[in-house]
């Protein structure tokens, strides 16, 4: 047993010597990592040209425009121009005639319900027909007895408040079948309930066979109608850019479905109240819409300030749009031009484009980048 260990522990110590002699020959002799080589790039957006005379430069023009405001919004039905259609006869949904999106006009059928409480409104009615029709009879009599000196003039008087207590009692139980939508003369067990104004149905609660009513249903509302002919658009503006609207003022309104469409509104509301989290305040602008405007959609809304900022104005072929990003380059010295991100606003007559930042007027520019860029790929 002795003479088998031995022999192991000789060979652990020559393999632990020569592990040690390869960690000196290949790690530093302070025991940290190499020093990383770090390589020096220089400024990104300089260019250098070999021949800076062949590129024509252009001055910066100067444009007064009155500044603007863009924010995004959608289309909701103005709420005074939406009307909930209530059933006020309480009873189960025997027929339905309309159907959510549909467009009906004033006085459209919509559904019908069956209700129990026709049965006592009529009876309610004819008890106050019968009433009034004997308090009246009453009260001719006594009045005739009254003239001939039968009865005094106090039963005179008492027979009258008996006939126009009847007379009111009979007028309101008319009312109630009337609020419920009977014909006194053609009494129904069936009610209909008819459109109150022209437009579009956007909520339906009710089914067929299901309850519908003040008490018998979960929602009174059985439909809901919204008459489009004016709408809201409803924007967030930032705090900031609150100051920059008024009311009455005007907005351009431009629609992603219809790029080529441009709707003008009035501002009609600046929200009171700031959302806390995104510090936005809704604004209302009003709008007629034309057919095309539908509840969702989203709006771009652009509102002219009324004070002006100055722009600088360059040639369009002078702007290279590359990732998503807009830039044009100026002179920064002998041979060579630097890259500026610019953000441009409209395009104007002579093929000019207008930019809101980046430059000012009075700078110089490479009046053609495409010719810039050509050549750098060149060189």
């Not at 652990?12 to 990383?36: E, L, V």
């Not at 209700?115 to 027909?129: E, L, N, R, T």
């Not at 579009?200 to 002919?229: E, K, M, R, W, Y």
């Not at 959609?297 to 722009?311: N, P």
Request: with cysteine; charged share 20%; glycine share 6%.
């Amino acid at each position: 047993m002795k003479n088998y260990q031995m022999p192991m522990l000789a060979l652990t110590m020559i393999a632990c010597s020569s592990f040690s002699a390869c960690k000196k020959d290949f790690a530093p002799a302070d025991g940290a990592p190499p020093t990383p080589q770090v390589a020096q790039a220089g400024d990104m957006s300089l260019v250098t040209v070999d021949n800076p005379s062949q590129f024509t430069l252009a001055i910066a023009e100067k444009r007064e425009a009155f500044s603007e405001l863009s924010v995004t919004g959608s289309v909701l039905p103005d709420v005074s121009r939406e009307i909930p259609v209530i059933s006020l006869a309480n009873g189960r949904v025997v027929d339905i005639e309309a159907r959510l999106d549909d467009h009906v006009k004033r006085g459209d059928l919509l559904l019908k319900v069956q209700s129990p409480d026709v049965a006592g409104a009529f009876d309610i009615y004819q008890k106050a027909s019968n009433d009034q029709k004997l308090a009246s009879k009453a009260f001719e009599r006594a009045r005739n007895l009254y003239e001939h000196g039968a009865i005094a003039q106090s039963v005179l008087e008492q027979a009258e408040d008996t006939a126009n207590d009847a007379k009111a009692d009979l007028t309101a139980a008319e009312e109630q079948l009337r609020t419920l939508g009977v014909d006194k003369n053609h009494p129904s067990g069936v009610v209909n309930v008819y459109a109150p104004i022209s437009g579009v149905i956007i909520a339906q609660n009710v089914t067929q066979a299901s309850a519908a009513g003040v008490s018998l249903s979960g929602s009174a509302t059985t439909f809901t109608i919204a008459d489009l002919s004016t709408v809201w658009v409803v924007c967030d503006v930032y705090e900031n850019d609150i100051p920059k609207i008024t009311l009455g003022q005007s907005a351009e309104l431009h629609l992603n479905a219809y790029p080529d469409r441009v709707l003008t509104g009035r501002v009609s509301d600046i929200g009171p109240v700031l959302d806390p989290s995104i510090r936005t305040a809704k604004v209302r602008i009003e709008i007629r819409n034309p057919g095309i405007l539908k509840l969702g959609m989203f709006v771009t809304a652009t509102f002219a300030s009324k004070t002006t900022e100055t722009h600088a104005v360059v040639p369009a072929p002078a702007v290279l749009h590359l990732h998503d990003r807009d830039w044009v380059f100026v002179p920064a010295g002998e041979k060579q031009y630097r890259r500026i991100e610019v953000h441009p606003g409209l395009m104007l007559q002579g093929n000019k484009q207008e930019l809101l930042a980046g430059i000012a007027p009075g700078q110089q520019v490479v009046s053609n980048v495409l010719q810039l860029e050509a050549t750098l790929e060149a060189q």
